[in-house]
């Protein structure tokens, strides 16, 4: 069983920074991992995807602001840059043990079956 566990959230004014931490129960390197958000009233979306060798994936919405990575261990990042009102939600680290890791695009969620209670994130104008 993968335990996942995500800090760093928080409330944050526009333009601001986090950086979320995700730690895994397992060796992550041998899982893809993803980031994902869900805002009140809407579907949980993929924000950023990194497979076993580092290949990354990013949403239109956070490309160039957002910035996923991992230790050499058990822990996923999510840097976050010019944030926006927008990006408030509940932010979720996911892994999935699949053989091949797709990062020609955004992550989805029916391909991840490890998940994390959740970190909020708050963003205010």
């Known amino acids: 069983q993968v335990q996942l566990v995500e800090s760093g959230g928080g409330s944050v004014q526009a333009g601001g920074s986090l950086r979320l931490s995700c730690v895994a129960s397992v060796y992550i390197g041998d899982y893809c991992m993803a980031w994902f958000r869900q805002a009140p009233g809407k579907e949980r979306e993929g924000v950023a995807g990194?497979?076993?060798?580092?290949?990354q994936t990013y949403a239109d919405s956070v490309r160039g602001r957002f910035a996923i990575s991992k230790d050499s261990a058990k822990t996923l990042y999510l840097r976050m840059n010019s944030l926006k009102p927008d990006d408030t939600a509940m932010y979720y680290c996911?892994?999935?043990?699949?053989?091949?890791?797709?990062?020609?695009?955004?992550?989805?969620?029916?391909?991840?079956?490890?998940w994390g209670q959740g970190t909020q994130v708050t963003v205010s104008s």
């Open positions: 990194i497979g076993r060798h580092g290949s």
């Open positions: 996911a892994a999935d043990a699949r053989p091949a890791c797709r990062t020609s695009v955004a992550p989805r969620p029916d391909e991840y079956a490890y």
